[in-house]
């Protein structure tokens, strides 16, 4: 197993919404996490735009952001020149147990990334049973059935990204079942095995491929 699909590490059972209020974050609104390095390559400046359209039709929306990283002062200013930043909340690194909270205690995880080894994030947020918004890249493709366990779209395209961030907020019952579904299709985990053995194939062939030029 990939440790970072560990159910019990990520699990909907710690979701406690103490922990946005200790981030000034308010836990009665939805929210909308974003976890990782705060890089270019991650997508951020896409994530503010998708955030921005979409909260035009829910103002009550509050986005997390978890990570630090080298454009943090260039994604502050784009906040700011947004005008969102009443609404966004920059963490910084949080420790464990608060990311765990986070995971499991957030409406929906946006992953706007433009390119991705792992895709960690998508089965952190699907074990502590939230559903997630998935730009195409790694194996994306391949584990998000649209509107059953999260919605994924195309790298960069941040309207179609804003709509089904939209779609969710609209509708928080199909949140709550899209996260369920993501859960029980880590539990079931015939997915991320078959992936993990596929991605060790290919790691084993690069690596041999470096060793014999």
């Known amino acids: 197993h990939s440790a970072g699909f560990d159910a019990e590490g990520f699990n909907p059972d710690y979701a406690d919404p103490s922990v946005l209020e200790r981030l000034g974050v308010d836990p009665e609104r939805p929210v909308v996490l974003f976890v990782g390095r705060l890089a270019a390559r991650k997508g951020i400046f896409d994530m503010v735009e998708i955030f921005k359209t979409a909260r035009g039709s829910f103002p009550e929306s509050q986005l997390v952001i978890v ?47 433009f390119w991705e080894g792992q895709g960690l994030i998508v089965g952190e947020a699907w074990a502590s049973g939230t559903p997630v918004i998935a730009a195409e890249v790694g194996w994306v493709p391949e584990v998000i059935r649209q509107g059953e366990n999260g919605f994924s779209h195309p790298v960069r395209d941040v309207t179609t990204a804003a709509g089904q961030l939209e779609r969710v907020l609209g509708d928080p019952d199909m949140a709550v079942a899209m996260g369920r579904t993501g859960r029980a299709d880590v539990l079931a985990s015939h997915t991320w095995d078959h992936h993990v053995d596929k991605l060790e194939a290919v790691y084993k062939m690069v690596m041999e491929d470096d060793r014999h030029p």
């Open 67 to 113: 990570g630090e990283g080298p454009q943090e002062r260039a994604l502050r200013q784009r906040i700011a020149r947004s005008g969102l930043t009443e609404a966004v909340h920059m963490t910084g690194p949080v420790q464990f147990p608060d990311l765990q909270a986070l995971y499991a205690t957030c409406d929906v995880v946006l992953y706007p990334s």
